[in-house]
């Protein structure tokens, strides 16, 4: 099992920027896509991004589109998220999450599909 932390959440005001990172365990990251989720009090568990393990595909939800990019470090075997243009709404718990697919080029914001999870770090968007 891929052992995944994540770090950077915070406090930040409205239009603020911070930057996730989600650090894998001793494996190999490379041959795993990851995707990045969220999960508001009250609310389900959404998809915000994801990265193929190649890093030739990146996909974002369209609430993020334009503000946040994710992107990866397989040597270092860390992900980032780098978040600008915070709102009150980006406020959530915020995990990554791992899969292997047979394609290097694919992969998925959808929690079904995610095979590896973090524990989260809170991100709240406040002034």
């Known amino acids: 099992q891929l052992h995944l932390v994540e770090s950077g959440g915070g406090l930040v005001q409205p239009g603020g920027s911070l930057r996730l990172s989600c650090a894998a365990s001793a494996r190999a990251l490379d041959v795993y896509s990851i995707a990045w989720f969220r999960q508001a009090p009250g609310k389900e568990r959404e998809g915000v991004s994801c990265?193929?393990?190649?890093?030739?595909?990146?996909n974002y939800a369209d609430s993020v589109k334009g503000r946040f990019t994710i992107s990866r470090d397989n040597a270092e075997k860390t992900v980032s998220l780098q978040m600008n243009s915070l709102k009150p709404e980006d406020t959530a718990v915020y995990y990554c999450?791992?899969?292997?697919?047979?394609?290097?080029?694919?992969?998925?914001?959808?929690?079904?599909?995610?095979?590896?999870w973090g524990q989260g770090t809170q991100v709240t968007v406040s002034s």
């Open positions: 999450a791992a899969r292997q697919w047979y394609s290097g080029s694919y992969c998925s914001t959808n929690r079904i599909d995610a095979t590896d």
């Open positions: 990265i193929s393990s190649s890093g030739d595909t990146r």
